[in-house]
């Protein structure tokens, strides 16, 4: 389930992205006064490996661009009232919606590397990415939630043929399937949210899921700046008082709960 607030023009974003190559330090871990960061660039954002999953899912990846079939889609956004659903065809969707290779596979290090063992993604989608994570250690839950019912079809379908099986899909809109849910988990280890690309739901998210973190807990939101909401959304959340550390990659923002650094730190690094 994606919403999106009015996005920046892509003149726009080639400026934002142009602010961000130039402000940011570079990949590599010079100069990066964490260790915890350091270790994060050395051994995750540049771990250049293919690991064993990449290639199939990537096919998977490849098959649903060529896939013409059309899904009605129910809309949870603001424009439901007017157009309460819509028609998109998986290829149109797995070409303009589904997080880019790069992204998708920086995920799953992330999580062969930290081992979470509950994690969590608001935006299944086709579930490229919801693979990704869930592939990363089979032996570990992945609860992923997706508004649409026929494209939460298409995902369940994606993860059989992945052969994985450590994939719970919550189906429905996340105003109501996400408190229930977060009534049942003890603890989320890992996030990744993407979902209602607006300022108020973004910050929503945090705030629900914010009592069930701990200082271990890894937050990652998409496209922290698509537009001037989901900017406005970012600085809000990566100044919260529980927030120590923050990484911005431009297409995602990540944040931390860690206690070892007294000071909040904030990075933006080139990827």
């Known amino acids: 389930m994606l919403t999106f607030a009015a996005m920046y023009s892509k003149l726009q974003l080639l400026k934002k992205f142009i602010q961000y190559r130039v402000a940011a330090s570079n990949g590599k871990g010079h100069g990066v006064h964490s260790?915890?960061?350091?270790?994060?660039?050395?051994?995750?954002?540049?771990?250049?490996?293919?690991?064993?999953?990449?290639?199939?899912i990537e096919q998977l990846r490849e098959k649903l661009k060529q896939?013409?079939?059309v899904l009605t889609i129910e809309d949870f956004g603001a424009g439901s009232r007017v157009n309460p659903h819509y028609e998109r065809s998986v290829s149109s969707i797995a070409k303009s919606a589904l997080k880019q290779k790069k992204f998708s596979q920086l995920l799953f290090r992330m999580i062969n590397y930290y081992r979470p063992q509950t994690t969590l993604e608001l935006g299944t989608s086709l579930g490229i990415t919801t693979a990704y994570?869930?592939?990363?250690?089979?032996?570990?839950?992945?609860?992923?939630?997706?508004?649409?019912?026929?494209?939460?079809?298409?995902?369940?379908?994606?993860?059989?043929?992945?052969?994985?099986?450590?994939?719970?899909?919550?189906?429905?809109?996340?105003?109501?399937?996400?408190?229930?849910?977060?009534?049942?988990?003890p603890?989320?280890?890992?996030?990744?949210?993407?979902?209602?690309?607006?300022?108020?739901?973004?910050?929503?998210?945090?705030h629900k899921l914010l009592?069930?973190?701990?200082?271990?807990?890894?937050?990652?939101?998409?496209?922290?700046?698509?537009?001037?909401?989901?900017?406005?959304?970012w600085e809000y959340i990566k100044n919260q008082e529980a927030v120590t550390l923050s990484i911005d990659l431009f297409f995602i923002g990540i944040v931390f709960f860690r206690k070892e650094s007294k000071v909040k730190q904030h990075f933006t690094i080139k990827y």
Request: net charge negative; hydrophobic share 40%.
């Open 187 to 206: 603890v989320i280890d890992f996030a990744f949210i993407d979902g209602n690309h607006r300022k108020d739901p973004t910050v929503n998210y945090y």
């Open 133 to 185: 994570l869930a592939a990363a250690d089979t032996g570990a839950k992945v609860i992923t939630m997706e508004g649409a019912q026929a494209v939460a079809d298409v995902a369940r379908k994606n993860f059989q043929s992945l052969n994985l099986h450590n994939i719970s899909l919550v189906q429905g809109n996340f105003d109501d399937t996400l408190p229930p849910l977060l009534q049942q988990l």
């Open 67 to 69: 896939d013409d079939r």
């Open 211 to 233: 009592p069930k973190t701990n200082a271990n807990s890894i937050l990652i939101f998409d496209d922290i700046h698509w537009s001037e909401e989901m900017e406005a959304a």
């Open 35 to 56: 260790p915890f960061v350091y270790e994060f660039i050395r051994h995750v954002l540049n771990d250049d490996r293919t690991y064993y999953c990449y290639q199939q």
